[in-house]
Structure formats: structure tokens, C-alpha cells
């Protein structure tokens, strides 16, 4: 019986949603500008292009650590067994800086620069969530 | 076309700030409007625009015209955090330039120490994707910051603490600072608790009740009245999405944009600062501010602030008053009310000599948990 998952959901936009799915399925997916290739999250219009061609591609799931914070104060409840906890921005290799949190490592070792691959986390039936742990 | 010097403040309204339980966000308000149009020397029918901060949680500011008897003919919200003051003065000037109005009063209001706000906390069963990830508020989003600051040049937390230090030194020699007669000192800074590290307790701003006015309008309406007139000298924006296009949000401010206008249209340069009200939500937006105005070289905030550059009888006094950090969370119209202070010789013990050019800044907005946040700058001159 698995236990109610108490921390927030994702808002899930519409825009969005090729994102979750994907992550549903366990595959990172981020828009890419098939003009010039540069790849965009969370999807906007690219910003080099005046014809641009947005799609949602599968990303390798590898970036590093471009910055983090540790939480000692609780803003939730349901965060209070995870005191002290990171929350952190993660740069893909493929671009873009996502907010994740970093897993199987603990806050002491966090570094800048450092290589990170995508772990996901059912965390309900219907929401998984993209987090990252040392290469 | 320039507007240089063409709108000057005439009016400033400063309500007790601190713990002031029994008071709404929309009754300071209606004090700080009401003190600012006395400060003027003006009358309430005078007053025809008016502009309020619009608060995260609670509504209805747009009440305050009636609750206070002014006949505007605009009342407009306006919300970019810390950055609000200075921003909503340009709308200001652009509605009495556009023939809206001739007086337009802009006000702030809050009561979030009586309310116990936690900021960044949200309901427990919202939705969101920042707190998906355990991500709350601003703090946290200022943290990102200050972490890759460290992590690239070297920044110590105590380096930071030397920004809190600067800020209680000078609240403490200011007895309505909300900090008066508590001293800090470097190792009170290292001791206090970790919030969202890297950033402590001490390097986070106060929270306060209270309410900060002002009242705007054109030079030559200024000069006609009692007091001299504070003009607006320079005003510019920037935002840092334009940081976002090089990844960069988390390193810098894009302060630059918003620094070229302002000081274009005043006619100065860094050297002409007498005194700069730097908007200071945490330590860290100090530093990065430091650096983006050019008073020190990107990367090496830490050691300007730690050999003292920023105190009183410094290279550039900052936040004589005491600031957010110190003095009282009145958001971005804490720089802007001491820096009018300062330029009418009114900042007591720690009045800057001579003060004449003042640097003010906001800072805030929606950060989306990207340090998307906006930036404002206002020169302001003594009349």
C-alpha cells in the first residue's frame, strides 16, 4: 500500500505536457528549434530564428551542477524528513538549466561543474518526477 | 525629449515601521498617502493619480483613494517586488507627462510581521512546479545565487556578513531603525541560523508592518511649493531575463540595462554618487549589485565589502539607513525614502556630507525560481 504522497505537484501547464508524459515514460524531452537546433526548457519560441520550428526531442538526461541551495528552514510539511535537503540547477548538455533536486549524494559533496544523469521518481500514478544523481 | 530633472518627489510619508499589530496593509496605506500629501504641503484634492504595490496575498489596496479622500483618476496596481518604487515612479512620470494627472501619490503597505508571514511558504495542498522540488521563495532563489558566487570567486559567507554588519552599524546609530540598539558583528553573523544556506538568518532582510508614500509631480509644479524639490534626475530599468539568454541569470543582475538609461539621463557617472540605496532583499543582492554598478569589479564583491568600502566614511556609503536588512522591510521604497532623507540633510547620525546625488535601486518581481527578476535604477538629485 503505497503511502499517500504528501509535497506539491507540478502546475502541469498544457504547454507542458509532452514534458510529463515523457517523464512518465522515463525519457527527458526538452523543445528543440529544428532552424537552428538550439534546445529550450520549459518551451518557449526560440529566440535566434524568425522562422522557428519548435518540436520536443528526447535529451540524453546528462548535464552538471550549475548551482544549488541546501534547505535548513521547512516551508512545508512535508518536506520536514528531508531537513536539510537540496534544491538545484541543473545544466543539461544539450542547454538548458533545469530546477531538480540532487540524489544519491550527500549535500556535503555537491560541487559545481560536477556531472549529473537524470533519475526518475514515481512519485503518484500520474506524476513522475525528473531528479539527477552523480555520474 | 530628455526627462531630466523634469519630475521631482515632493512628499514623502514614512509610518512607524516594525511590530505594529492592529493595523492592515490598506491602513498604513492610508497613514504613509495621507503623511506624504501633508509632507507636500499639498491638499488631498490635489492628488489625482495614485499607484499602489500590489501585496502577494491580500488584496483591495485599490480601496485606499476613498479610505484616505483623494480623487484619482487612475488607480493602478503595480507588483515587481523590491523594483515596484522605482518602477511605478516612471509610470508615474509618464501618466503626468501623458496629461493623465498632476500629482501622483505611490504607496506601499504591509503588515506581514503581525500576520507572521513565512514568504515563499505556500497552501499545503497547492500546486507547484518550484515547490515540486521542495523550491520556496525568494531566499532560496537568492541562495542559487550566492552559492555560484562562492563556488566561482571565492565569496565567504562572512564577506556577505560584512554587508549585514554595514547595514546594522548604521541602523543602530538611527534610532527608528527597527534593529536600533542591537548590535551585530561578524561572529553574531556566523552564528545565526542557516535558513537556505548559504545564506543565515542575518543575511536575510527584516519582515515588517508598515506603510511608505510619495508623492510625484513636475519640477516646475515642485518649485512652487514649500519645500525643495528632489528631482528625478535619471530613471532606468532591466530585467534579468535578458541575463537568462546567456545562462548567466544566477551570476549577474542585469543591471547594466538599467544603469545605462539612468545615468544617461542624469548626465552622470559612478563617481558623481554621493550615497547609494542599493535595494537589499539578502547580502548577496547587494554584492551582485556592487558589482553591476561597477563600484567594484565582477567577482571581487567579497573583498570590497570586507576592507570596508561601503561603510559610512567610505568609497560609497550604502544603505545608511540601515536598509531591509536593518532598518525595515518597506521593499523598494526603503532605499527610496532614506535616499530623500539623505539628499534633505534629514539621515541624523548618519547623514552623508554634502550628499547631493543619490543612487537608488529595486530589485524583485516574479523570480519563477530563476532569478527572473527586475531591476530599476533612479538618480535622484538635492533641489
Redesign the interface.
Known amino acids: 500500500m503505497v503511502e499517500e504522497y ?7 501547464d498544457e504547454e507542458l505536457q509532452s514534458f510529463w508524459d515523457a517523464c512518465k515514460t522515463h525519457e527527458l524531452r526538452v523543445q528543440q528549434c529544428h532552424t537552428c537546433g538550439t534546445c529550450y526548457y520549459p518551451s518557449s519560441i526560440c ?1 535566434n530564428c524568425d522562422d522557428p520550428k519548435m518540436e520536443w526531442v528526447k535529451v540524453s538526461g546528462k548535464g552538471k551542477l ?8 521547512l ?5 520536514k524528513d ?1 531537513i ?2 537540496n ?1 538545484a ?1 541543473i ?1 543539461l548538455d544539450e542547454g538548458p ?1 533545469l ?3 540532487v540524489v544519491q549524494c550527500k549535500n556535503e559533496d555537491l ?2 561543474g560536477m556531472p549529473l544523469e537524470v533519475t526518475f521518481e514515481d512519485v503518484t500514478e500520474d506524476v513522475t ?1 525528473p531528479k539527477f544523481k552523480p555520474v | 525629449m530628455s526627462l531630466h530633472d523634469k519630475y521631482s518627489i515632493v512628499g514623502l510619508g514614512v509610518t512607524p515601521q516594525g511590530k505594529v499589530p492592529g493595523v492592515s496593509a490598506n491602513g498604513f496605506r492610508v497613514q504613509a498617502i495621507d503623511m506624504a500629501i501633508k509632507d507636500a504641503g499639498l491638499r488631498r484634492q490635489d492628488v489625482d493619480g495614485y499607484i499602489w504595490q500590489s501585496d502577494y496575498v491580500e488584496g483591495g489596496g485599490g480601496r485606499v483613494p476613498w479610505q484616505v479622500g483623494i480623487s484619482p483618476r487612475f488607480i493602478w496596481s503595480f507588483q515587481t517586488g523590491g523594483a515596484t518604487a522605482v518602477s511605478a515612479m516612471a509610470a508615474a512620470m509618464g501618466a503626468i507627462e501623458a496629461g493623465l494627472a498632476n500629482y501622483v501619490a505611490v504607496v506601499f503597505g504591509d503588515n506581514a510581521a503581525s500576520k507572521r508571514r513565512l514568504v515563499g511558504a505556500i497552501g499545503e495542498s497547492a500546486r507547484s512546479t518550484t515547490a515540486a522540488f521542495g523550491m520556496f521563495g525568494p531566499a532560496a532563489e537568492h541562495a542559487l545565487a550566492a552559492t555560484r558566487h562562492m563556488q566561482l570567486y571565492g565569496t565567504t559567507s562572512r564577506q556577505l556578513g560584512a554587508i549585514a554588519v554595514a547595514a546594522r552599524e548604521n541602523a543602530n546609530k538611527r534610532p527608528n531603525a527597527m534593529m536600533h540598539g542591537k548590535p551585530m558583528t561578524i561572529e553574531d553573523h556566523q552564528n545565526s541560523r542557516m535558513v537556505v544556506e548559504p545564506l543565515r538568518l542575518f543575511d536575510c532582510c527584516l519582515v515588517t508592518d508598515g506603510g511608505i508614500a510619495y508623492v510625484i509631480t513636475t519640477s516646475e509644479r515642485a518649485n512652487a511649493l514649500k519645500r525643495a524639490p528632489i528631482y528625478v534626475s535619471g530613471i532606468g530599468t532591466g530585467h534579468n531575463v535578458n541575463e537568462a539568454y546567456t545562462k548567466s541569470q544566477f551570476t549577474r543582475l542585469d543591471v547594466t540595462s538599467s544603469k545605462e538609461r539612468a545615468f544617461q539621463m542624469a548626465g552622470i557617472e559612478l563617481k558623481d554618487v554621493d550615497v547609494a540605496e542599493l535595494y537589499d532583499c539578502f547580502t548577496i543582492t547587494v554584492l551582485l549589485q556592487l558589482e553591476g554598478y561597477g563600484f567594484c569589479n565582477e567577482g571581487e564583491g567579497g573583498p570590497f565589502v570586507e576592507a570596508g568600502s561601503i561603510g559610512l566614511d567610505s568609497k560609497i556609503p550604502v544603505n545608511t539607513g540601515g536598509g531591509n536588512l536593518s532598518w525595515a522591510y518597506g521593499q523598494g521604497f526603503t532605499p527610496l525614502a532614506e535616499a530623500i532623507r539623505q539628499l534633505r540633510g534629514e539621515g541624523g547620525a548618519t547623514q552623508v556630507k554634502n550628499a547631493e546625488i543619490a543612487l537608488v535601486s529595486g530589485h524583485g518581481g516574479t523570480g519563477s525560481g530563476n532569478m527572473h527578476f527586475s531591476h530599476a535604477t533612479a538618480i535622484l538629485r538635492r533641489g
Open positions: 504528501k509535497k506539491p505537484l507540478p502546475e502541469m529566440s550549475h548551482t544549488y541551495t541546501i534547505f535548513h528552514q516551508y512545508h510539511p512535508a518536506f528531508d536539510p535537503y534544491a540547477i545544466e538549466l530546477l531538480s533536486n560541487k559545481l518526477l
